[in-house]
């Protein structure tokens, strides 16, 4: 493991069976691994706890894994995976809107778990950002689209005048957006992009529920996007 300590990892799973097999294989791979098995503990520990990702499952005692989430995104943009064994696409699409920063569907293969930590923890700690696709000057701290400032030192994105929340992912994608102005990609390579994933994409549905929440925070009418559009049959651009 790179880093000057052991990178910490949150498991929050209530099938002690499950939570003990998720923690063997992360903490071979080298990281620090702590369990939760019910929603009200998880969230002492993720507010307490320094973490660098949460493994946060649906189902959960107490409060459910939607609960924990919300709460935690409040205060922390630590990446959150979630867990589920449901198959309900409405699911999948209000974790998301929580601000989950992507969801695994039990089963799933240790490799797609361990590629998925080590993407969104390398993201998270600005290993490989966006500026490595970027197109516009090293030094160019600054870039103003109609009104639409992102500033790529502070990690602030504004609106004329105004600063707008985003989380870590949203201002990833806004970014990326940004600095490649133009270029149309497909949902395949924004993972692979801003999410940092190499072959293991998951629901690319991931792509379209996030760019929603940003459209709803920069857009003046988000069902007619002035930023960020999609070229029908092929993928995303910012205009």
Same mark, same amino acid.
């Given at each position: ?83 589920? $064994?449901?198959? *309900?696409? %409405? /699911? ?6 929580? &601000? ?5 569907? @039990? ?25 490595? $696709?970027?197109? *516009?000057? %090293? /030094? ?6 109609? &009104? ?5 030192? @502070? ?85």
């Amino acid at each position: 493991m790179d880093g000057e300590r052991k990178k910490k990892i949150l498991i929050v799973e209530d099938e002690k069976t499950i939570s003990e097999i998720l923690h063997y294989t992360i903490t071979r791979e080298g990281y620090e691994a702590v369990c939760a098995f019910d929603g009200l503990s998880a969230l002492d520990l993720a507010l307490e706890g320094n973490f660098d990702l949460i493994l946060l499952d649906v189902m959960l005692p107490g409060l459910d894994g939607f609960e924990v989430c919300r709460r935690v995104r409040e205060k922390l943009d630590t990446p959150i995976i979630m867990l589920t $064994a449901r198959e *309900e696409e %409405a /699911d999948k699409v209000f974790g998301l809107e929580l &601000g989950a920063d992507d969801y695994m569907t @039990k089963p799933f293969s240790h490799a797609e778990l361990i590629s998925r930590i080590k993407a969104n923890i390398r993201r998270y700690h600005g290993e490989n950002r966006t500026s490595s $696709a970027s197109k *516009e000057p %090293a /030094d160019d701290s600054v870039i103003s689209i109609n &009104g639409l400032v992102i500033n790529t030192k @502070k990690y602030s994105v504004s609106k004329n005048g105004t600063e707008i929340s985003l989380s870590k992912k949203e201002y990833d994608l806004v970014e990326f957006f940004a600095k490649n102005r133009g270029t149309v990609f497909q949902r395949e390579e924004i993972m692979e992009k801003v999410w940092g994933y190499d072959g293991f994409y998951g629901d690319l549905r991931t792509v379209d529920v996030t760019l929603a929440r940003i459209r709803k925070k920069i857009e003046e009418n988000p069902a007619e996007p002035e930023y960020i559009q999609n070229k029908r049959g092929v993928g995303y651009f910012m205009s």
